[in-house]
């Protein structure tokens, strides 16, 4: 009798009618993000790698992206945090590491 009305009277269980009704009471305005499509186009077919390697010691990881072109050519960019191109190169042959 007394395992029953512990049972009964836990926080959670007495909890859990009132989180049901609060949660279908609140209103359905919670949308913080919209996600619309700008624009929509198709890339090429290229193999690409992205390494990511904090390479100033800044606390923020750079994006590298290595890429083999169709034309056999190849390039590295290395791209800062914010989305910024800090340099390229651009290579004619492949690059095989």
Do not use: C
Not at 22 to 42: G, N, V
Not at 48 to 57: E, I, N, V
């Amino acid at each position: 009798m007394k395992r029953r009305l512990n049972i009964l009277l836990h926080p959670l269980l007495l909890s859990l009618p009132f989180a049901v009704i609060l949660i279908l009471l609140l209103p359905d305005s919670f949308d913080k993000y919209k996600l619309t499509l700008d624009e929509k186009f198709r890339l090429p077919r290229t193999t690409s790698w992205h390494y990511y390697h904090d390479l100033d010691h800044d606390g923020y990881s750079e994006a590298i992206l290595r890429t083999l072109n169709l034309d056999g050519s190849s390039n590295f960019v290395v791209y800062v945090h914010s989305g910024g191109v800090i340099d390229q190169w651009n290579f004619k042959n492949p690059w095989v590491p």
